[in-house]
């Protein structure tokens, strides 16, 4: 079974709205990341958050892990068409820390 | 940067045939992975290999399925006898040491 779940499954929002998507998983881990990957492509990784680490930026994207909970959260500020994509968490567990276990992955619409 | 370059794009043959995928991962990086794709299962972790050499093939589903990677610049996966229920997206993404993955933009499979 899969160790990331996202949620929701699917989110529609208009250009230039916030959106956020959650990812829970189950066992303790070394990492998480947050891939996206657009139609037709492979995945292209986001941003990393480590087990130690609570909050992370970069660019328009927020992410956030609250290791008790077993969660992550991922912000897209002011949303554009180009975000179209389906994104997806990514956990690395501690015993094989190379070891990505996806999640099934938001499908993230922009209408403009 | 080529990133990493996977042949074909696309495949299709017939029940029974044996098919081979094969990925070229970036230059200098020591980490191969084999992922599938489906919409039913997600993204499923086949195999991967660390300095050429397999370290996890836990998530290979069958003996049809086996992968080699003879030297650093080249893998194959190779698929024999295929099944229908092997239709799937093949990636195969290449990594230095527990940093993030980068994707090939992946084989669609359809065995019929």
């Known amino acids: 079974s899969q160790q990331g779940e996202e949620d929701p499954q699917a989110l529609s929002i208009q250009e230039g709205e916030n959106a956020t998507m959650n990812c829970s998983y189950k066992t303790s881990i070394n990492n998480l990341q947050w891939y996206r990957q657009n139609s037709g492509r492979g995945l292209v990784h986001l941003i990393l958050?480590?087990?130690?680490?609570r909050e992370k930026h970069s660019g328009r994207l927020r992410v956030t892990l609250d290791t008790s909970k077993k969660s992550s959260s991922l912000l897209i500020t002011a949303s554009r068409a180009a975000d179209t994509a389906s994104y997806f968490c990514?956990?690395?567990?501690?015993?094989?820390?190379?070891?990505?276990?996806f999640g099934q992955g938001t499908r993230l619409t922009i209408n403009p | 940067d080529a990133g990493v370059i996977q042949s074909p794009r696309h495949e299709v043959t017939e029940m029974g045939q044996e098919v081979t995928l094969r990925c070229k991962p970036i230059?200098?990086?020591?980490?191969l992975f084999w992922y599938r794709q489906t919409m039913m299962r997600g993204l499923e972790l086949l195999i991967y290999f660390n300095n050429n050499v397999p370290i996890d093939d836990s998530g290979m589903p069958e003996d049809r399925f086996s992968a080699k990677m003879p030297n650093a610049s080249f893998s194959t996966l190779k698929i024999q006898p295929s099944e229908p229920r092997d239709s799937a997206v093949y990636f195969c993404?290449?990594?230095?040491?527990?940093?993030?993955?980068?994707f090939g933009n992946g084989t669609r499979l359809t065995v019929t």
């Open positions: 230059s200098g990086h020591n980490s």
């Open positions: 958050i480590r087990s130690n680490e």
């Open positions: 990514a956990t690395a567990i501690i015993q094989g820390a190379q070891k990505l276990v």
């Open positions: 993404a290449s990594s230095l040491a527990y940093t993030p993955l980068h």
